[in-house]
């Protein structure tokens, strides 16, 4: 009898395999599962943000917008009844053309992670799901989302479902009232995930906004990390400070990194920031400072206790720390060029990438997600990854973000987004921006060499190395003036004046 057992466990697991062989870094489908106005695409759009910071390519594909697409005009909730024949076959069809889009993400544009954002309530829909991962070798992870809270639920639509292109100029109260018979028309067929049937499955089930999960069979690393961020994110209104330290003294001498202290004008800067903050009477404010001393000491004057994180101190600019740009690039040409490159992934000669930035702040998101109310008093670089994160830039944008000294920049959560809101305390500061190195050749002119024979930033290992032009299919580059055999002027162009 045991024997018997054991080969019928075996063959359930035999036919579970896919069709295509899945391997550990196989792409990995996100599908969404629950009834209208659960947040369903909030934690769609949220959890993709996530992925694309930490490196993850991850895009949405929005079922509803399909069906907009293919139906140009949304009459009323008896198009989403399931008696509806006609509307049924649409549904399909547009559910179809994004499994088909899904494919083409993966295999064409190299992405790792597809969010395959829809109602997806029914078992049947979710049969065709994963028979279409199975045949392609995709990995399915579920995220049900189900609420029975009448006031979230009630927000939610306020917040998103009035604003939706269905509704455009229509009464508030009337598209409230379709909407509620839309989520009534879903209720008749939705099937829950099943905690016995499904229990082969990997799926995750937020309740109510997060008060409770349930987790079932986690796969692998990003699966691991999907729950995780799910668990920590929450919908309480709360607003984030972020600013920059005070002007120290190495920013009036044009020198990047080191530990020095603040400036005459920093520390006005620091008064000047602690009668904002006690003037915005934030509830319960937190706030946190890098082990830095320009960050501490700014912190010092607000007049509010602060938790030091050494995860926010500046990017370590290795052997370049305390220099000029101007000193780089007279003692390190190359690296000043190659950085110029990419900036992202260039990382300084014993010291840290952008990417490795983004890597060590990840912790800070993490706690800054579970938080209401913070205010991070950090540095430039820092504050660059952590903007990014919030307004979903890209890490081409990120390194070049404007984040000048002595000015607040106040983020407060919406719906699908960030809002934000630029405060300049009226203290002047040195300009510390160093914008993107564009050459001032017209197009058409004859371009540089983009590299001589070096390969790779010195110190830099493997996953650093920034690509060669042959690497790329590329001989030369146009307009960028990013050139390792480029003149000391033109290397210096972009770099912000100072004492």
């Known amino acids: ?108 544009d190299h992405g790792q992670v597809a969010v395959f954002d829809a109602t997806n309530t029914t078992h049947e829909r979710r049969e065709i799901i994963l028979s279409f991962a199975k045949e392609n070798g995709y990995k399915v992870f579920f995220v049900e989302s189900i609420c029975d809270d009448p006031e979230i639920i009630a927000e939610n639509i306020k917040q998103v479902k009035l604003s939706s292109p269905d509704y455009i100029n229509c009464d508030k ?54 729950v995780y961020y799910l668990m920590n994110i929450h919908v309480t209104p709360r607003t984030i400070y972020l600013c920059r330290h005070g002007e120290s003294e190495l920013n009036l001498l044009g020198r990047i990194g080191g530990d020095s202290g603040l400036s005459p004008r920093g520390n006005k800067f620091a008064a000047a920031l602690g009668k904002y903050i006690r003037g915005q009477c934030i509830l319960d404010l937190k706030i946190w400072t890098s082990h830095m001393k320009r960050t501490i000491q700014t912190a010092e004057a607000v007049g509010v206790p602060y938790e030091q994180w050494k995860a926010l101190n500046e990017i370590d600019a290795g052997v370049c720390e305390d220099m000029t740009y101007e000193e780089i690039q007279e003692n390190h040409p190359e690296e000043f060029a190659l950085r110029d490159q990419d900036k992202y992934r260039y990382r300084y000669p014993k010291g840290e990438s952008y990417e490795d930035l983004v890597q060590r702040l990840e912790p800070v998101i993490m706690e800054l997600e579970r938080q209401e109310n913070v205010l991070v008093i950090c540095h430039q670089a820092v504050m660059r990854c952590l903007l990014a994160y919030f307004l979903d830039k890209s890490a081409d944008e990120l390194p070049y973000l404007k984040c000048p000294l002595h000015t607040v920049l106040k983020l407060t959560p919406v719906a699908y987004g ?64 990013v050139s390792v055999d480029r003149d000391a002027e033109d290397a210096l162009l972009t770099v912000p004046e100072h004492i």
């Open 1 to 108: 009898m045991e024997r018997r057992r054991v080969q019928v466990r075996k063959r359930a697991r035999h036919e579970s395999t896919a069709s295509v062989p899945q391997f550990t870094n196989s792409p990995t489908m996100i599908v969404m599962v629950g009834l209208p106005a659960r947040g369903k695409t909030y934690i769609s759009k949220k959890l993709t943000r996530y992925l694309n910071w930490i490196g993850v390519p991850t895009k949405v594909f929005n079922v509803g917008q399909y069906r907009r697409e293919a139906v140009q005009t949304y009459k009323n909730f008896e198009f989403f009844s399931p008696d509806n024949e006609e509307a049924m076959k649409i549904r399909k069809a547009c559910a179809l053309a994004a499994l088909k889009d899904v494919s083409a993400y993966f295999t064409q």
């Open 173 to 226: 109260e009337e598209a409230v009232k379709d909407f509620l018979k839309r989520i009534e028309c879903y209720k008749v067929t939705y099937v829950s995930l099943d905690d016995d049937r499904d229990r082969n499955l990997s799926y995750i089930k937020i309740f109510n906004a997060g008060i409770r999960y349930l987790v079932n069979r986690v796969q692998d690393h990003i699966q691991s990390r999907i």
């Open 418 to 481: 960030c809002k934000v809101e630029s405060v300049f305390l009226n203290i002047e500061a040195v300009n510390t921006h160093r914008d993107k190195p564009v050459s001032d050749e017209p197009q058409g002119s004859p371009t540089r060499l983009y590299r001589n024979s070096r390969v790779h930033p010195m110190a830099s290992p493997t996953p650093t190395k920034a690509p060669s032009l042959q690497d790329l299919g590329l001989t030369e580059l146009s307009l960028q003036n």
